[in-house]
């Protein structure tokens, strides 16, 4: 699957940027056909890093949100500015 076509948007709430803080992990509403693999292959070749779990759910609105966690090296804060939604 194209990343471009996985990763829909990055999600930035008061939680998620709690998450994102305490976890390292990024909140990101993607393709509801992507799976787990599909959104970390899209993360890693977007925003060149390395990721250590997906855990996704579909939101009551019907969208599918996922939680990427990435490595220790990489830190989501840096992604997260890079991004402009931080």
Same mark, same amino acid.
């Given at each position: 699957?194209?990343?471009?076509?996985?990763?829909?948007?990055?999600?930035?709430?008061? #939680? /998620?940027n709690r998450i994102l803080e305490s976890?390292?992990?990024?909140?990101?509403?993607?393709?509801k056909m992507a799976t787990k693999n599909d959104i970390k292959v899209a993360v890693e070749e977007l925003y060149d890093v390395a990721?250590?779990? #997906? /855990?996704?759910?579909i939101t009551p609105e019907g969208e599918k949100k996922a939680f990427v966690k990435l490595s220790p090296e990489y830190k989501?804060?840096?992604?997260?500015?890079?991004?402009?939604?931080?």
């Open positions: 699957m194209d990343p471009y076509k996985t990763i829909q948007y990055p999600v930035m709430t008061e #939680v /998620t976890e390292n992990k990024l909140v990101f509403v993607v393709n990721v250590d779990k #997906v /855990t996704s759910m989501a804060v840096d992604i997260a500015i890079k991004l402009g939604i931080l």
